[in-house]
């Protein structure tokens, strides 16, 4: 009888155990179906796309622009029979001619302008002595308070620039403007033409 049993049982488990088998086999085929399902799809979505991308999709051709009303011409009105004269321009109306060039430096004129306006209180010939102002022999070229020999003011000192031939014309144009706080008393030449003719003359002294 217990051998009976037993039999039974064993047959029993060897029934379980191959309906377990069947069970996973068919969830293992299952996942395989649906994993082979998922790359079909994503193969004929990947075939799609590069097909889109070497044909394109053809774009609908634009539509021709309207074409435009022609313009109405506008009617030109006659001028009246007696029409007002168009004013004269004058020689004061025009516009100013070109500037000629300017002059040539002239360095006889400018030793006399010298003379006239400067030599009180500069000597200009080499080694001259310091007067209420420095010597000015080879002044173009050199620093500012280059005289040795003369006291100079706190702002000529100070100025520390090169007397070029640009800077002495600026300088004799307003001094008092050009180095504010210089002792020069005199308030500089007017016309550019004196200028000019001036540092033409302070050039040739060296």
């Not at 990947?46 to 109405?72: R, V």
């Not at 168009?86 to 020689?91: K, Y």
């Not at 300088?171 to 403007?177: G, S, V, Y």
């Amino acid at each position: 009888m217990g051998g009976v049993v037993s039999a039974a049982a064993s047959g029993a488990t060897g029934i379980g155990q191959d309906t377990e088998a069947l069970i996973r086999a068919r969830q293992a085929r299952m996942r395989q179906e649906v994993l082979l399902a998922k790359l079909h799809d994503e193969a004929r979505l990947h075939a799609s796309q590069e097909w889109d991308k070497e044909n394109g999709e053809s774009q609908p051709a634009a539509a021709p622009p309207a074409a435009s009303k022609p313009k109405k011409k506008k009617k030109t009105e006659k001028p009246p029979d007696k029409a007002a004269k168009a004013p004269e321009t004058t020689a004061k109306d025009a516009p100013a001619a070109a500037s000629a060039p300017a002059e040539p430096a002239d360095t006889a004129r400018g030793a006399t302008l010298f003379k006239a306006k400067c030599a009180a209180c500069h000597t200009c010939n080499e080694g001259g002595p310091s007067k209420q102002g420095p010597n000015l022999y080879s002044i173009i070229g050199a620093q500012t308070a280059h005289d040795k020999a003369y006291k100079y003011t706190k702002a000529m000192s100070s100025f520390n620039s090169t007397w070029t031939e640009e800077t002495m014309l600026s300088f004799l144009a307003k001094p008092k403007e050009v180095v504010k706080g210089t002792s020069m008393a005199f308030p500089g030449f007017k016309k550019e033409k004196d200028r000019v003719d001036v540092v033409a003359y302070l050039s040739t002294l060296k």
